[in-house]
């Protein structure tokens, strides 16, 4: 069965911000996010759009948005179904599914990172000087280790290239003291519920990154959510310390093309190569996974 994917939307008439993943439409005092199949890694677009994953990350958002409705204010006001803006309606079809109308909010520039398990970038520094983004860690821990308690490592947002880690006292001067103790406050325990949530479907939440707003009313939580764009999550059965965890997320591409690298067939720039159809089915099949592991139902595709 063929499936439709979304490379890109276009609109006459509505100016449009491209970012790697998401096109994003300004409506006034409304944004709307429209999250496409496209798929980065190594800070490079790949060619390759991988078919529902715009869906996936939509979905999956809406539902943590859910979630933490009760005590966390957030900027969704609603996913878009039947109904379009006045303007969209000729991709209307495109949009279904994929499309967060939401409220508008000054983005604190820092990305807010919770760390409960050492992978990734941290165990690289980790295993040259002990430390994660400068936080020291007891001695003997391995790769994958669960952490003694989960950390909080903001990094600054990046506009092209990729975000750089920085210390707290850094990010305060960036944002502000009050600000970031209250960022911190709330991205450990968004991280925390998550966690525990996410390790009763069966996958462990091993970091995630989390982006927030100002609006009159206070800090919001924006962008996506407990995406596996936007965290690790891994099979609580198959977790092994001290090595690789198999992943719902897009891991399994960064490896395809670590591979690609090893071998002396890509450095890491555009043009990003094309990806085998076997790697964008498995991508695929690993997003849709991981919603229906975390929402318990399937994603109707």
């Known amino acids: 069965m063929s499936v439709d994917v979304v490379r890109r939307t276009e609109v006459d008439g509505i100016g449009v911000r491209r970012g790697k993943v998401r096109d994003i439409y300004d409506l006034g005092d409304r944004l709307l996010v429209v999250a496409t199949d496209r798929i980065s890694a190594f800070d490079c677009v790949l060619p390759d759009p991988i078919p529902h994953k715009g869906r996936v990350l939509t979905e999956l958002s809406k539902f943590w948005f859910d979630r933490f409705a009760g005590w966390c204010p ?8 039947e109904h379009v803006p006045a303007g969209f309606e000729h991709i ?48 003997g821990l391995k790769h994958c280790s669960r952490l003694p308690t989960p950390i909080f ?22 944002a502000g003291k009050d600000v970031m103790a209250e960022l ?26 989390f982006e927030f707003g100002r609006t009159d ?7 996506e959510v407990l995406t596996p ?12 310390v001290g ?3 198999e992943s719902f997320d897009k891991q399994f591409v960064r490896n395809y093309l670590q591979g690609l690298c090893d071998e002396g067939k890509w450095d890491k720039t555009d043009p990003a190569p094309s990806l085998p159809q076997d790697v964008i089915e498995a991508t695929s099949k690993r997003y849709l996974e991981a919603y229906e592991r975390i929402t318990g139902k399937p994603l109707t595709v």
């Not at 957030?74 to 179904?81: A, E, G, W």
């Not at 949009?95 to 941290?122: D, F, H, Q, T, W």
């Not at 707290?168 to 960036?174: K, M, S």
Request: charged share 25%; proline share 3%.
């Open 153 to 174: 490592t903001p990094a600054t947002k990046a506009e092209t290239g990729h975000d750089e880690n920085v210390s707290f006292d850094r990010a305060c001067e960036l």
């Open 92 to 139: 209307c079809k495109q949009l279904r599914g994929r499309a967060m109308l939401c409220r508008k909010a000054e983005v604190v520039p820092i990305e807010c990172v919770a760390r409960g398990y050492l992978a990734g970038s941290g165990w690289k520094e980790y295993h040259a000087h002990r430390t994660v983004c400068g936080i020291e860690l007891p001695a």
């Open 217 to 223: 009313q206070g800090l919001i939580l924006i962008d």
């Open 243 to 245: 090595r690789d965890q």
């Open 184 to 209: 911190r406050d709330k991205t450990l325990a968004l991280y925390s519920q998550a966690a525990e949530y996410a390790l009763s479907q069966g996958i462990i939440l091993a970091d995630t990154k």
């Open 74 to 81: 957030h900027h969704l006001i609603s996913v878009i179904d």
């Open 229 to 240: 764009d936007s965290s690790r999550f891994w099979p609580a059965d198959r977790y092994q």
